[in-house]
C-alpha cells in the first residue's frame, strides 16, 4: 500500500494536467481526480506491482471520464468561443494573454486530439503508456498525435492570420485627422 501511495503522489500532477484538458473545467477537473484517486486506493489490491502505474491510474481516470463527465456535460451548458475569451486574465498581461489564448485555442480542438496532446506532451508519457491508456496500437497513438499537432498548428496559423489581417488595414488607413491635413495642404496651394 505504501508504494502505491507514493506512486500516486508522483503521478498527481500529470493527473490532474489530464483531467483538467478533460474537463476544461478546474473545478471539474478537481472532483475527476479525486474520485480517480478514491477508486485507485479502492482497487489497490488489483494492481500488479511492477506493472506501469502511471498507465493504470491514467486509464482509471479515463475511464471515470467517459462514464461520468461526459454524461454530465451533455446535461450541462457548454461556453462558447466568445464566452471563453472573456476568462480572466492574471497580472503579468503579456503572458496571461498569450496562455489565455493558447487555451483558446488549444479548447477548439476536438476533445480526442487534446486528449492525446495531453497524454503525450503534457505529461510525458511513452507512446507505448499511452497506447495502454487508451488501449489501442502504439502506431494509432502516433498517428493520432501527429493529426492534433497539424491541427492545432493550423488553429494558431488561422489565429495569426486573423490578427494580422485587421492590424495590416488599420495601418494602411490615414486617420481623419491626417486626411483633413492633407486636403488642407491641397487647398491652400
Same mark, same amino acid.
Given at each position: 500500500?505504501?508504494?502505491?501511495? @507514493?506512486?500516486?503522489?508522483g503521478?498527481? =500532477? @500529470? ?7 478533460? %474537463? ?5 477537473a ?6 480517480? !484517486? ?10 500488479? =506491482?511492477?506493472?506501469? #502505474?502511471?498507465?493504470?491510474?491514467? %486509464?482509471?481516470?479515463?475511464?471515470? #471520464?467517459?462514464?461520468?463527465?461526459v ?16 476568462? =480572466?486574465v492574471?497580472?503579468?498581461?503579456? @503572458?496571461?494573454?498569450? &496562455?489565455?489564448?493558447f487555451?483558446?485555442? #488549444? ?9 492525446? /496532446? ?15 491508456? &487508451? ?9 493520432? !498525435? ?6 492545432? /498548428? ?17 495601418? &494602411? ?5 491626417? /486626411?483633413?491635413?492633407?486636403?488642407q495642404?491641397?487647398?491652400?496651394f
Amino acid at each position: 500500500m505504501i508504494q502505491i501511495d @507514493d506512486e500516486l503522489l508522483g503521478c498527481l =500532477p @500529470d493527473l490532474r494536467a489530464y483531467a483538467r484538458s478533460l %474537463t476544461r473545467n478546474r473545478h471539474d477537473a478537481d472532483d475527476l481526480v479525486q474520485d480517480a !484517486v478514491l477508486r485507485i486506493l479502492h482497487a489497490a489490491d488489483r494492481y500488479q =506491482p511492477g506493472t506501469n #502505474f502511471k498507465a493504470w491510474a491514467f %486509464t482509471i481516470l479515463r475511464n471515470r #471520464f467517459l462514464n461520468e463527465f461526459v454524461a454530465k456535460r451533455k446535461a450541462t451548458r457548454e461556453f462558447d468561443e466568445g464566452e471563453m475569451e472573456r476568462v =480572466p486574465v492574471g497580472a503579468r498581461q503579456e @503572458d496571461g494573454l498569450e &496562455l489565455s489564448d493558447f487555451q483558446r485555442i #488549444f479548447h477548439r480542438l476536438p476533445e480526442d486530439q487534446r486528449s492525446i /496532446l495531453t497524454l503525450v506532451a503534457g505529461s510525458n508519457m511513452p507512446y507505448e503508456d499511452v497506447a495502454r491508456v &487508451l488501449n489501442c496500437a502504439v502506431g494509432t497513438v502516433k498517428s493520432r !498525435v501527429h493529426r492534433a499537432r497539424s491541427a492545432l /498548428l493550423a488553429l494558431l496559423e488561422e489565429e495569426k492570420l486573423q490578427r494580422s489581417v485587421p492590424q495590416r488595414r488599420m495601418a &494602411l488607413r490615414p486617420s481623419a485627422r491626417a /486626411l483633413a491635413a492633407e486636403e488642407q495642404r491641397r487647398l491652400s496651394f
